[in-house]
Antibody, heavy 121, light 109 residues
């Protein structure tokens, strides 16, 4: 059974860097799939942040690209998100998810429980 | 265009059929995926690809697509289907963007 678990600080100061990690169990990241980050501001909809392949190739949301870095550590079977220069607008629940990306389907099939990150001084 | 448009709210009587729609130019090229989200919980994938259900998703959930519109149909809605539903697709402009619709709040009466 594949499971994903986000971890990281729940409070980040404005202008600092938000850092989260997603630990994957029940599946080896090296075996394939993309792995993605999605966020949801309180009371609002979902926003895709970016995705990474086990080889390290990445796709980012153009609206966040200048501030986002997603990396993978296959030895620890986890992947990470860094979002720099955060503001209150980055306050959200952050989800990690397994990302199916093929010619016949594109979907996030397994999600972590999510972690709330608040940007405040 | 990178936008997916959904009706903010839809209601259905218990046991009846409801269709939730998602419109966007990218849907002419790519299938939508659909997610159910209940309060305080992570989204759950219910439909992906042409009309595929992940293991554990009831067969009352189905998907279809025509032109720039994708639809999620719930045949015989149950009380536990009350939730927010989001569609998601690739953007067709070649920039690898993934886009979510704004979500539809489904109320089961």
């Amino acid at each position: 059974q594949v499971q994903l678990q986000e971890s990281g600080p729940g409070l980040v100061k404005p202008s600092e860097t938000l850092s989260l990690t997603c630990a994957v169990s029940g599946y080896s990241i090296s075996s394939g799939y993309y792995w993605g980050w999605i966020r949801q501001p309180p009371g609002k909809g979902l926003e895709w942040i970016g995705s990474i392949y086990h080889s390290g190739s990445t796709y980012y949301n153009p609206s966040l690209k200048s501030r986002v870095t997603i990396s993978v550590d296959t030895s620890k079977n986890q992947f990470s998100l860094k979002l720099s220069s955060v503001t209150a607008a980055d306050t959200a629940v952050y989800y990690c998810a397994r990302h199916i990306s093929s010619s016949w389907a594109d979907a996030f099939d397994i999600w972590g429980q999510g972690t709330m990150v608040t940007v405040s001084s | 265009s990178s936008e997916l448009t959904q009706d903010p709210a839809v209601s259905v009587a218990l046991g009846q059929t409801v269709r939730i729609t998602c419109q966007g130019d990218s849907l002419r090229s790519y299938y939508a995926s659909w997610y159910q989200q209940k309060p305080g919980q992570a989204p759950v994938l219910v439909i992906y690809g042409k009309n595929n259900r992940p293991s554990g998703i009831p067969d009352r959930f189905s998907g279809s697509s025509s032109g720039n519109t994708a639809s999620l149909t719930i045949t015989g809605a149950q009380a536990e289907d009350e939730a927010d539903y989001y569609c998601n697709s690739r953007d067709s402009s070649g920039n690898h963007l993934r886009v979510f619709g704004g979500g539809t709040k489904l109320t089961v009466l």
